[in-house]
C-alpha cells in the first residue's frame, strides 16, 4: 500500500482556483489508479476525478470542465486542478490510491479542507 498526503487547500473566493497535490510514497506509485474524492458533514464522500495508471481519466458530474485530475509518476505525486469554484465545492477533499487487482480504492490520505466563500 501506499501513504498519501495532500496540500494545497485553502479559502478562496467563489470563481477562483486551486490546485491540490497529493504525495505517494511506499511502493509503486505508477502501478496504482489515483483519485479525489470530497465529502462534507451532510453527503455522502463522492468521487470527484480519478485516473488511471494509463492516464485515463473520468470526473464527477458536477466538477466536469472546471477540475483537472493529472500525475507525474515520476513525482510519485498526483494532483487536482480547480478552477471555477463554486461555494458548494466546498468539502473536505481526500486522495486515495487503488491496488493493481483490488476493486476499491485502499489507501486514504488525511484530506484538505477547501472553503470557496466570499
Known amino acids: 500500500q501506499v501513504q498519501l498526503v495532500e496540500s494545497g487547500g485553502g479559502l478562496v473566493q467563489p470563481g477562483g482556483s486551486l490546485r491540490l497535490s497529493c504525495a505517494a510514497s511506499g511502493s509503486v506509485f505508477s502501478a496504482y489508479a489515483m483519485a479525489w474524492y470530497r465529502q462534507t458533514p451532510r453527503k455522502q464522500r463522492e468521487l470527484v476525478a480519478a485516473?488511471?495508471?494509463?492516464?485515463?481519466?473520468n470526473y464527477g458530474y458536477s466538477v466536469k470542465g472546471r477540475f483537472t485530475i493529472s500525475r507525474d509518476n515520476a513525482k510519485r505525486s498526483v494532483y487536482l486542478q480547480m478552477n471555477s469554484l463554486k461555494p458548494e465545492d466546498t468539502a473536505v477533499y481526500y486522495c486515495?490510491?487503488?491496488?493493481?487487482?483490488?476493486?476499491?480504492?485502499?489507501?486514504w490520505g488525511q484530506g484538505t479542507q477547501v472553503t470557496v466563500s466570499s
Open positions: 485516473i488511471s495508471s494509463g492516464g485515463e481519466t
Open positions: 486515495a490510491a487503488q491496488r493493481p487487482g483490488d476493486i476499491g480504492f485502499g489507501s
